[in-house]
Structures are given as C-alpha cells and as structure tokens.
C-alpha cells in the first residue's frame, strides 16, 4: 500500500488505496498587524481554537503535499506487544506541526458591511482575546509569572507592612527582601527551588563573612592601631579588590546562571557593608546590618520556597518524565520521517517546513531533557531516592545516543541524495550505459523498472513508481517467510534493464524496502508508547517490547543480507561497463548499504534504550530510601590500595576527561603552550650544562609558568573585576569624595559594574545595553507610580505588583532576563526605598527629602549611578585584558579542527587492525566525541557573544560563520557515524583484514590529506589569512582508494568464477556421464584451473570465494606460500562505509574552504606579498 497516504489528522488509513481529504482554504482574514503580532506573540497561537467565531465561508483545504511515494510491498512486521508476526497494513502517522487555522485569526472591523457585521467582529475579537489570555494563564509560562508577581508583592510587604519592617529593624535597604525574589523567582522546578535556596544562604553567608573580616581589620588597624588609612588600605585591596575578585573567578569558573544570580547577591551585601554602611569608616564593629542581611535572607528565601509549594508546584521529577515522553515520542516521529524521505527518494521531505518543525521540537525536547534531569537530581537527593535518579539519568543518556544514531540515520540519507545529484549531472555514464543495456521489458517481469533517467537538471526528483504485481497483494498474510523472494525472472530483467545508478537505488528499495519500513514501524511504535508514568509509579514497559525488537532486528539482518548479496550480484552481471560507470553504481550501493547499516546502529541503540528502561522499572519496584550521600564518611577514603596492572584492562585509547557543559573553550591548548615556553631551552641546552645555566633556566621556566598560571581566563577575570572594583571603591575611602560618593548612591554604580563585567567583551556590552535600558524604564515607572499614588502604601504596592507582572512576563515569557531584573532592581531602590524613607528609618538621606522624599532626586541619582557603574564596565572589560569573542571564538574554531584532524589521522579503520578486541575497536578515545561535542555548543554562545563586540573593522559576520559550525556540526556527525561503524563491527573476518591490507596505503594517504586539510583551514581562521588555491584535494585520493576496492573486488570476481567452473569441472569427474551431460558447459573448464573452492549457503547461492592473498596483504605474517582467504560480499560493506564518510567529509571540507574563501579572500600566483 501507499504509506504515504495520510489523512492531514494523522489517522491510520484502514483500506488499501490512497486517503486523501480535499479541502478548499479559507479566505485570509486581514487585521491590523500590530494588533495581530502582539496577540500571536504575548498568547500560543492554540489558544484561539478554545472559541470558535461563524465564518460566512468555511471551505476545505487542499491535500498537503504531493504523492510521489513508490508502492512497496507489505513485509513482515512484529507487534511489539504481542510479538506477532503480521502482514497486516499500516500508515506511518505523520506528527501535524502545522498552527491553528485561520478561523483563530483576529476579524479587522473594516471587513463588516453593516453596523452588526462590525459588532458581530468585534465581540468574536473579544471573545478570542478573552480566551487567549485565559490559556496563557493556565499555560506553564502564565503560571510562572502570575507565581513570580505574587512572591513579589508578598516580599514588598517587607517594605510596605509595618510588622514585617519592624522585623527587619530600624535600618534601610528593607528593599533587598523584594530583590532577592526577583532574583531567586519561584518560576522553576522544586529540584531547581532547592539549588537555589542553598546557592543564596552560600551567597549571603559569603558577604556577611567578608563584612564581618572588614569590620575587624577596621577596628583592630583603625581603632586599636590607630592606622586609619592603612585599614582603609587594606580593606580597599583585601576585601573590597580580593572579595568581589573571588566572586568574579567563581563566576567565569562555574558559568551557571544561578551561580552567576548568586553572585550579585553576594555583592549586594558586601557593597552595602563596606561602602555605604559607616561601621567600617569609623572602625567599630556593628553586627545590625549582618542581622537584617541574615533576616533579609531567610525572609526572601521562605517567601519564594512558599509560594512555589503552594502555587502550582512543579516537580523536575514530573517534568523530566514529562520531558522522556515527549522526546520519545518525537524520536519516534523523527525515524518515521527521515525513513519516509529515503524510501520515498523524495529529497524535499528533509527540506519540508514540517521537518523542520519536528526537527526543532525534536532539539529542544532533548534540550529541556537535560536540563530536567540536572534539576531533578536535588528532589531525587532530598527524598533519598538517588539511586532511581541514576538509572533515570542513563535513560537520558540512552535518549541522547538514539538522538546521535537519528542524526547518523539522516546524514546517511543526505549521503544517498547528494551521491545521486552528483552523479546524475554528470554525463559520461548516459551513451556508454545506453549502448551497453536494452530497456525493454520482459513480460513476465513482475516488477516494471523505469526505462530512462528520472534525473534533469540538478535537482535529485523523487524516484519513480514500483508497482506492486498482482501476485504479492499487502493484504496477504504469510507467518512463515520473512522475506519474499523476487521471481528469477524479475532478476534477470532487473540485470538487463540497469541503465543508471538510480537503477540500483530503486533495486535496493524494491528488495528491502518492506523489511525497513517493517522494522522501522516496529521501533517507531515502541518509541510512540513511552512507558514514563509519574515519578515512583511502576515504568509500565512491556517485558515483550525487547523481544519483538529482537526479532524485528532478525528479521531485518536476514533480508539486508539477502538485498544486498542480490545487489551486488546484480552489479556484478554487468561487467561489460566502463570502470567509471561501474564505480558509479558500486558507490550508490555502497550508500545503500551504509543507510541500511545506520538504520541497524539505530536498532542496536534501541535495544540499549530498552535495558535502561528495564533498570529503572526494577529500580523504581524497589522503592528504597537511603540516602547515602549524607553518609559523607564513607566517601573519605585515606588510603587507596595500589592498582593491579592488567596489560589486558589497558584501552588502545585513553579516556578523554569529561568537559563540563558551561565550561567555555579555552582556545590554545596547555600542551601546545608548554611546547612553546619550553622548545628554546630544549635546542639551547648544551651537552655539559653548567650550574649557572641550570638555574637561569629554571628560575626562567618557573617564573614563565606562574605568569602562565596568571593568564589564565578564571584567573585574569578575577584579577580585573577585583582591580577595577578597587578602584572604583576607592571614591568611598577617600574623605574629600566620600561625600559625593555617598550623594549620588554610587553604590549601584559599583554592583551594575559587578554585574556588568561578563567573560568577554561582547558579553558585557550586551548586558551593560540591558542594563542601562532597564534602569531607564525602572525609574520611568518609578516617577508614573509615585505621582498616581503620592506615596499612598496600598497603591504603591498595587501599582508595583503590576510593573513585577510586566517584568516577570518580559523574563519568563519572553526569555529577556536582564532586562527584567534590571526593570525591577531599578524600581526597588527608587520606589520601596523612598517609602522606606517615609517611615523614619536610620539614614542619612536628607538630601534626597528624608521624611519628604523627592521621587525625581531618587531617580536621577540611581540612573546616574547605574550609568556611571555601566560605562565603568565596559571601560575595564575593553582595557584591562580584554577577552575579544570574536578572538576566542576562532582560536577555538581553530583548536576544534586541530582535533578533528588529529582524531581521523588516527585512522578510523587502522584501528581494527591493530586492535584485537573488538570491543573496543574505535578510532575514538571514550567520551571525546561528547567533549568536541559541547565544545562546538560553546563556540556557539561565543559566537553569539562576538555579534555584540563593535570593532573598527566592522561588525562580525555571523552569517558566515554560522554557515561554517553548520558544516562542522555535521563533520562531527559524520565522525560520530564512522565511530559507529568501527564500534559495532566486531572483530574483522579475513576478507575485512585482507581488504584492509590491501587498501592501507589509500587509506593512510587519505587521513592525512583530510588531517592536512583541517590543519590547513585551522591555521587561516586563527592568522585571518587567505586560502590559495594549492590546497590538496582529498577526492582525489578518494577516488583511488575507490579504484583499488574495484580492483580488488575485479581479481575477486574473476577468482571466484575460475573456482566455480573448476569446482564443477572436479564433480564432473566423479558422476555419470548422463549428470554431466546436463551442465556440458562445464566441461570446457581450462585444465590450468587453480584449486579454488566456493562457498555456498543452504539454498545453493554462492556467498563468497577463496582468493589466493600475497604474504604482504596477509594478516599472518611470514611464509613464502601465498595463503587463502574467503571473502565474501558483506566484506566490502566496512571499506564502502568508509568511503562515503569520507565523502561526506570532503565535501563539509570544501564548504568550510569556501566560506573562509569569502571572508579572507584567496591569493592567486599574481599577487606581490613582500612589501
């Protein structure tokens, strides 16, 4: 049947034929844009089917896409439940990613005729917007800022309601209750609420502890030693320079936005303390302001932790399950779409707009995973139940291997794609095949194959029809076969009417399309019934689902076998054409081969999925607390015993240290910076070294290495945030500026430095932008409540659970974090701390109003502040080592190709030969391929840094360079693919090892031109140099190693017949002449036939042949005696599997080059470089 016939809701059609819905589209409704626009972005556009408006036209819409998809006969496939073997029908259900329709849209009043038209619109526009924000406030975004603005007004009251201000004491700053819950908002998990609540108490248990040391050193060196500049001395370089220069290290060390969050908590406190308070400056110890900061704390932080209980609490646990559910079921979504589009041969299945819909759900679904699993872990931890956290997290890990095996399962189709286009532009295959094959027809030929390319132009078309014969109807069930064999007829039509490479492909499909589209059914149901019910419930996973999955795999392994032994038997029978035509029609079996291989690694990950989830259901039936992480002493070890060294547990490759996710790259590597410090000394060092030199030479490294240690990224961040606090401080300690200081509250100016200082330049300006803008709406709402309300308790704090709402809906639903928090930062020390004034509170703020305040003195002092603290931050970011983006993100570009060039020089099919544990056969240290992995995410975020830094040169081309980690994205895929290939091969027969041998001089040429290449195009991003045109092709090697397979499988070929006709010529001899006179042919048998046997499986089909390989290809060794190996056709699967990766990253190369071409340019013979 047609799979592809899908009605547009997805339903599963129950007959045989095409089922299609035909719609006519409604007629567009047209509105205002700005009104259109807000309401599709402040509400989801599903929120507008809860209403449904009369429309005077309501019509349907038409089919989706155009059928182009080839008939396949219906194969064996197993009902995972049951493990049935069944040849009933089924439709792959396609996932609807498309929006609500156009009777959601908003009615324009203009389009009414009459006076009831335009009302009748107007009330069915207030119905929908009604509605809309009813979803959205029932949405988990609209949850979170409703959560969000309550904890706000609720932490206001530590201002506005007398009780709670007179907890907090006589003291002002009360307003830093209301900020900490902006900061520590309770829009989050419960696994992230406790992350939090313990990231706050560090934070201010850190600032009071810097306050406390501050206010001792005041009065032991001011007081008591009566040096008072010597104590402002030493707290300005010590406490104010080293304090806040710790909290800049931790924050560029961790790179966690918590973190970050806590740390300008923590600076808050200890500014407040060391700056504003009067306890340091005149040397006696006071614990209130420690008190109220503890009090502030504990306040703020119950607050929140109460109103994400009691408000819609949202558990990590539930949402990680949550998230494993919807992540399998777009994996499974994904498979079905990806298997459509190769079966289909339709290419613009990959380009759909509802592939790319799925692909982005499908990357953001695994995103959120991630992110659930890390916050679940602390609810996991808490309730003592870490051992299921364990097992959920190696089902996470098992999601992310299926995500890698998709990625693979995709870049082998666009392998098969792009292979096809190249050949079929070329012409040299069309007159030669063309003379060489007729396309007629047998009539008895079941199948009917296409009789002229299906090819124009250089666009790759969908593949034409292959009908079903009326003997192999879909409704047929048959339990017995697995597969079905094709008449011998249709065989040998089949060899005589391949006239192009296309050919093959739909040969290919029409053998094993049935069995992939069954397995590929088989693991899209299980993947589409995720077992994931509430946390602590039992996984509700069939024990039956890994068995069907084991014997879909059967099934698919015997029929792959068979296709592609038919295939290449097929290619074979036409050895009349030219090599490069043949070479043509190998290599897109070859890529057969290889997507079918993928699909098997994907059914492998499959069946590792499915132990994870056998695990966690056992783990999660036990239902034991332990909580064996407070048990702290017995994770200190004292002493560990010795290892015992087992040369047999020694990997070929040693493990890679795993990179943290937020780890940011660190550019040039340690080991080429050692070469370099180290390499002058080396050469210099004479023979006999005499005592002198020895110690200039160390003393020379030990002084290079402490100055290395120093430029450090962490460490030379913290040195410049500690510097420029310092001096930014200084105006505090000082007593002619003290009072400037003090009036123009530039305190905020020293904590908007803090929190302007980022990482890199581009970084810095970004936030200082966010926070400067922020800070001017802050205090223009300031000013609009004051005047409305006079500073009258109820409306203030009225109006400013409403400027919290706007704010928490710019942070939560917007994603605009800064911004937000800047927003209502700015209206805290304005708005509450003018009220604060109000009530009396010890300050000396006389010149803003005391009792009276003067609103627009508030304001204008802490704008001003803000923006004196900002251009301070960027000054220090752009003068005092500055940390360029665009100059990390290319150095990193650069190290990243270094490696990859390294890791294939390695050799990704050297290593079975070296290695005899197939086990661990890989080219590829473990865990490298995660850690270039989340360098090249890094290097995202750098880039996205770099589009912020404004040069001379002029603005950074993201574009390109986006272009350019597109192409590595998909090198790294390409790698990961090739890695698979090796690790689930197993240990090599001696066909492998023989043709390996026999291709090892290609292959080693090969990695180094591509490790050549990579190096090539490392050095021109680092320098900004231009390419020329010299640089190697790797093609071209490629095609060599092509030509020495082809070869290879020619003697092979030709041996194997020899054998076989020499084979029936010894039987000859030992039957009657009647038997013999039945294959006459074979007795024209040369009698120089050398003894070559064959070998046969049960039905009589030869599946490979001895060949006499020389002592040099052997992988015995020694001997003079030329020594006999069986190869056989899945032999040349491994060599053909590596080729088209390497094809696949040839041709990533050359985008690369290209891209750099644009930007540096290229130098031709002409151009005069020495000047």
Known sequence: MNDANVASDGAVSNTGGAATTSTVPKSPRRVKPSLRSFCHRAFPRRAFSLLECARPNVVATANEMVQNRQKLRNGTWIVPRTGERTRRQFTWRRPSFEGSGDEDDLHALSEGETLREKLQNLWCNIKIIVASIWAWLNSPKGRGTVKCSIAYLAASMGTFYKPAAQFLGDMDGKHIVATITVYFHPARTLGSQVEAVAIAVVAVCYAMFIGTLSMGTSVLIGSIWDQVELSYAVILIVFVGGGLGFLGWVKQKLNNPLVSVGVSIASIGIITILTKENSVHTGVFSNNKIIQSLKMLMLATIISTVVNILFWPVSARHALRQSMRTSSTTLGDMLTMISHGFLSGNE????????????????????????????????????????????????????????????????????QFELLKEISNTVDWKSSSAATFSPKASPRSSYSFPSSPRYSGNRFGSLSAIDEAPDERSDREDLASPTEEAPPEALSRSTSSLRTPSDIFELFIMRLGPSMKSLVHTMAEILKEPPFNAPGAPVAIPDQFKESLSEAISLYNQARATA?????????????????????????????????????????????????????????????????????????????????????????????????????????????????????????????????????????????????????????????????????????????????????????????????????????????????????????????????????????????????????????????????????????????????????????????????????????????????????????????????????????????????????????????????????????????????QRYAAQLQTLRAAAGNEYELRGPFPSDAYGRV??????????????????????????????????????????????????????????????????IPSVMAIRDKLLGQIFQFRKEHSSHGDVAEQHQHQQQQDHRPVSAASEDGADALLPPSTPPNTITRNANGKRVGSKVAVPPKLRSGGGGNEDEEVTVEETDYALLYAYALVTGQVAEELKVVEREIEGLFGRLDEDALLLQ
């Open 965 to 1030: 980690m597109a192409s590595t994205q998909r090198l790294l895929d390409a790698f990961h693919a090739m890695s698979l290939v090796t690790q689930k091969h197993g240990r090599l027969s001696p066909g492998e090892r023989a043709l390996l041998r026999r291709t090892a001089a290609e292959r080693a040429q090969l990695c180094a031109r591509i490790c050549h290449v990579f190096q090539v195009l490392a050095s021109s991003v680092m320098l900004e140099y231009p390419l020329t045109d010299a």
């Open 348 to 415: 613009a299945e990959f380009t759909s707009k509802r592939f790319t819909k799925a692909s982005s759900a499908y990357t953001s679904g695994l995103t959120q995973l991630n992110k659930n699993a890390r916050e679940s872990k602390y609810e996991y931890y808490l309730i003592g139940m870490e051992q299921i956290y364990k097992h959920d997290k190696a089902v996470v890990k098992s999601m992310e291997s299926l995500a890698q095996a998709l990625g693979g399962l995709r870049s082998a189709a666009n392998t």
């Open 564 to 932: 592609l032994e038919e295939l290449y038997k097929t290619i074979e029978f036409g050895r009349t054409r030219p090599e490069t035509v043949q070479a043509d029609f190998e290599e897109v079996a070859a890529a057969c081969g290889h997507f079918s291989f993928s699909l098997l690694s994907f059914a492998d990950e499959m069946q590792k999925y499915l132990d994870a989830l056998d695990d966690l259901k056992y783990s999660t039936a036990q239902k034991k607390r332990t909580w064996k992480w407070l048990m702290f002493w017995k994770l200190i070890k004292l002493r560990s015993k010795p290892k015992v060294e087992d040369p047999e547990q020694h990997s070929l490759l040693q493990p890679v240290r795993r990179m943290r996710q937020s780890k940011l790259p660190r550019g040039i590597p340690d080991t080429m910076r050692k070469q370099r410090d180290s390499y002058a000394w080396e050469i210099a060092r004479p023979g006999a070294e005499s005592w002198m030199n020895k110690v200039v030479r160390k003393l020379s490294q030990d002084l290079l290495k402490f100055f290395r240690f120093l430029a450090r990224d962490d460490i030379r961040f913290g040195l410049k945030v500690g510097i420029g606090a310092a001096l930014y401080a200084m105006f505090a300690f000082i007593p002619q500026t003290r009072p400037t200081y003090t009036h123009w509250r530039c305190e905020w100016g020293l904590l908007s430095f803090m929190i302007v200082c980022s990482v890199t330049v581009g970084a810095s300006n970004a936030t200082g932008l966010s926070r400067f803008l922020g800070t001017i709406v802050g205090a223009f709402f300031v000013l609009v409540n004051w005047f409305i309300t006079d500073g009258e308790v109820i409306g203030l704090a009225f109006l400013g659970w409403l400027v919290s709402f706007l704010a928490f809906y710019i942070m939560i639903d917007r994603g605009n974090a800064p911004f937000a928090r800047f927003i209502l930062l700015s209206y805290n020390v304005s708005s509450l701390y003018a009220y604060s004034l109000t009530q009396k509170v010890e300050d000396d703020d006389d010149d803003e109003g005391g009792v009276n305040p003067v609103i627009t003195e508030i304001a204008f002092h802490r704008v001003v502040a803000v923006s004196i603290g900002v251009v301070w931050g960027l000054v220090i970011c752009r003068l005092i080592w500055p940390m360029s983006a665009r100059r990390k993100f290319k150095e990193g570009l650069a190290v990243l190709y270094l490696q990859m060039g390294l890791v294939w020089k390695r050799g990704p099919l050297a290593v079975l030969l070296r290695s005899d544990d197939p086990t661990a056969a890989s080219y590829m240290k473990i865990g490298e391929q995660a850690a270039m």
